[in-house]
């Protein structure tokens, strides 16, 4: 009896039971929307001058780069796993593969093998096909002596792309600004945000779910209409959170360089012989 409610059991729990044998997505599993790869590989056609047709993608679920057959002449253009990435770039420079791949932007300096190649960074904010947003840097040995650049012209492109597949996948939420007399939460929210206490007295405002003006729109969660002393004091907060914001820009700490690092900087000035 006690065997036939055991089989009963993995029976019922069928689905729990699959699930142990699907592969698991770790942070490394990026995979590319196509149309982004698509943007990505013209302008490595158009700078590098290397045809869609030598291009290759080593990088999928469950493959080896390092036992991938590259042909003569061809050039990595993919979505490597992050966390192997001094590996991938070491591998590739002690082999002669020339590549163009994906990198997260803020670390992409990251590994000694940093001056060896250029890094290009444009400030593409890509949405990968896990969920992950990503905000992209690409690595590559086909930039000369160059080991640093920022990229406005790619940058703009996949951004465009993103913005592209957005629209078409997503519902765009209108965004709305409210008179000092209207209150709401996200408003609360941003006072937060930058430090900004505020309070509103019961006798000072009534709830309300939409403005006359707003016909068959309404404010999202709620929200309360203030009087005017009230409002005046949302106004005064308001203007004093648009302060701090901009002060928390205008402080951000500045590191200086101690005198090995300028004498570092005078010996890489010299003219070159």
């Known amino acids: 009896m006690a065997a036939t409610s055991q089989s009963k059991l993995k029976f019922e729990d069928y689905d729990g039971f699959v699930e142990k044998f699907k592969p698991k997505k770790t942070t490394d599993d990026c995979y590319t929307p196509p149309e982004i790869y698509d943007v990505v590989a013209d302008y490595v056609t158009e700078r590098f001058g290397v045809r869609r047709a030598d291009m290759v ?8 780069f390092e036992a991938f057959d590259y042909p003569d002449g061809c ?14 770039k070491r591998f590739y420079r002690d082999n002669g593969v020339r590549f163009f791949i994906f990198a997260p932007s803020l670390t992409c300096f990251s590994g000694a093998l ?63 600004e409210y008179p ?45 209409l203030l009087s005017e002393r009230a409002a005046a004091e949302r106004a005064a907060a308001e203007r004093a959170a648009a302060e701090r914001a901009a002060a928390e820009r205008a402080t951000a700490h500045k590191w200086r360089l101690s005198e090995r690092e300028r004498a570092m900087v005078h010996a890489l000035s010299k003219p070159v012989d």
């Open 180 to 224: 000092d007399e209207v209150l709401t939460a996200a408003k609360l929210q941003w006072f937060a945000a930058h430090h900004t206490p505020f309070q509103v007295r019961r006798s000072d405002c009534i709830r309300i779910s939409k403005l006359e003006a707003q016909g068959g729109k309404g404010i999202f969660g709620g929200g309360l």
């Open 57 to 64: 993608r080593p990088f999928y679920p469950g493959g080896d």
């Open 75 to 88: 050039c990595v253009v993919d979505n490597p796993p992050f966390s192997i990435l001094q590996r991938i």
């Open 114 to 176: 940093t001056t060896e190649f250029t890094h290009i960074v444009c400030d593409a904010n890509i949405t990968y096909e896990n969920g992950a947003v990503v905000r992209t840097a690409f690595v590559t040995n086909m930039g000369g002596d160059v080991v640093a650049e920022s990229c406005p012209e790619l940058g703009d492109r996949i951004n465009a792309k993103m913005d592209e597949i957005k629209g078409r996948t997503a519902k765009k939420l209108p965004k709305y």
